[in-house]
């Protein structure tokens, strides 16, 4: 947000304290301690208040696993294929039971009825 390094911010003290001059400095200075004690404890009163609203689940949560600098895609990957609970695909909407059960390749090979004898069939609300 504000790229100020060391250097910069001691230019910047010494270039207030020749603006604003020796006899204003001191109240300056209590009125900056005041702000930043009031952000403190506005800061502390909104997490209080977050906390009591989003009860006591909140505290459970492990926030250590959820931190990107912990974010390692080799040991995701590992975790992943050496898990060792069962996926069972479950059935897509327009699927029926038995294709879920042998899969897309199976109902696929199946092979299909003769058609009947005559034209094939037409429907005027498909197209």
Do not use: H
């Not at 899969?103 to 299909?112: F, I, K, S, T, V």
């Amino acid at each position: 947000m504000l790229d100020i390094n060391g250097g910069e911010l001691v230019v910047l003290v010494v270039l207030a304290v020749m603006l604003i001059g020796p006899e204003r400095l001191p109240r300056y200075a209590a009125q900056l301690g005041a702000l930043v004690r009031r952000g403190k404890a506005l800061l502390m009163d909104a997490k209080s208040r977050v906390d009591t609203e989003l009860g006591p689940e909140l505290k459970d949560v492990d926030w250590s696993k959820l931190d990107p600098r912990q974010y390692d895609p080799r040991r995701i990957v590992r975790d992943a294929l050496l898990d060792d609970t069962p996926t069972t695909p479950r059935p897509a909407d327009g699927m029926t039971s038995g294709m879920a059960a042998g899969g897309m390749a199976a109902a696929a090979a199946a092979p299909r009825p003769a058609a009947p004898d005559g034209p094939a069939p037409f429907d005027d609300e498909a197209t």
